[in-house]
């Protein structure tokens, strides 16, 4: 099963930047996408952006757009989240995510449908 683990949280002020990396220790074949989640204290597990593997499309939730950008650098199977604009709703634990099939007519960003995880990285915005 594939390892994923995330790096690049920390504390960051309202308004700033910050990027988190999702470093992968395989990406099989039948990985079809890999996204970021995050979870806030009480509230349910939120899909934030993800990324096609076969063809780069990516997708992203209301609440980041515009904000938020995912990228992928493939020779080194690693994910990148890049955040601006940050705020104090941003506050979460961030995870990446694998999965191994097409999502249909599903979201893609259905957390149902990952089934490899890391185990987060916190990610606070306050000044």
């Known amino acids: 099963q594939v390892q994923l683990v995330e790096s690049g949280g920390g504390l960051v002020q309202p308004g700033g930047p910050l990027r988190l990396s999702c470093a992968a220790s395989?990406?099989?074949?039948?990985?079809?996408?890999i996204g970021w989640f995050r979870q806030a204290p009480g509230k349910e597990r939120e899909g934030v952006p993800c990324?096609?593997?076969?063809?780069?499309?990516?997708y992203y939730a209301d609440s980041v757009k515009g904000r938020f950008t995912i990228s992928r650098e493939n020779t080194k199977n690693t994910v990148y989240l890049q955040m601006n604009r940050l705020k104090p709703g941003d506050t979460a634990v961030y995870y990446c995510?694998?999965?191994?099939?097409?999502?249909?007519?599903?979201?893609?960003?259905?957390?149902?449908?990952?089934?490899?995880w890391g185990r987060g990285t916190q990610v606070t915005v306050s000044s």
């Open positions: 990324i096609s593997r076969s063809d780069g499309k990516t």
């Open positions: 395989e990406l099989t074949l039948d990985v079809t996408a």
């Open positions: 995510a694998t999965v191994h099939r097409g999502w249909g007519q599903l979201n893609p960003l259905t957390s149902g449908l990952y089934d490899s």
